[in-house]
């Protein structure tokens, strides 16, 4: 940036200067031409530096847990590809794969999965991904989670797990599927 300052404010200073000049004698055009060409020559040398802006972690985070919310696939992928923290927690626990549980986003549950994110994480109240998806009846998103290791029987702050959720919820597919998977 101060290079392309430096840069304009000579050419702003050589323009001011020929423009007042009213007399260019003959035998110094030649020198004149000389020390402009020179000092051009001199600000092509001067490459303007880039500068890789670094983006900001907390702000990739933030940008993942709305994304992961919001089911925004493409913002989700794209995010956990510049290194966020797939396991990052909003200011009440709630995490990436909470949040796209919760909202039934089948395939940013499976991407966050892939990607590291933790199925038995829980929020401030003790929920975990598997009681948010069996409570709404999103049956393949309680698949995803059992296959990659979601305690069964982990409990909330009142005591219940993802199968009083589903009951709760009236979900009658998903708890077929929490049965079945205890039974094995």
Known sequence: MNSCL???????ACS??????????????PQ???????????????????????????LLNARLLIASQNGDLK??????????DVNVRDEHGWTPILWAAMNGHTDVVRVLLV???????????GWTPLMWAAGQGYSEIVRSLI????RLNAQDRNGWTAMMWAWDGNQQETVAILRNVSND
């Open 115 to 125: 990607s590291g994110a933790n199925p038995n994480t829980r929020n401030k109240y």
């Open 147 to 150: 296959a990659s290791g979601a």
């Open 75 to 84: 913002e989700v992928r794209s995010l956990i590809s510049q290194a966020t």
């Open 16 to 29: 001011l200067v020929l423009c007042f000049s009213t007399k260019v004698y003959a035998e110094e055009l």
């Open 32 to 58: 004149n031409f000389n020390a402009i060409k020179s000092i051009n020559h001199q600000i092509q040398q001067v490459k303007p530096q880039k500068t890789k802006q670094n983006p900001n972690p907390q």
């Open 6 to 12: 430096k840069r304009s404010n000579f050419l702003l």
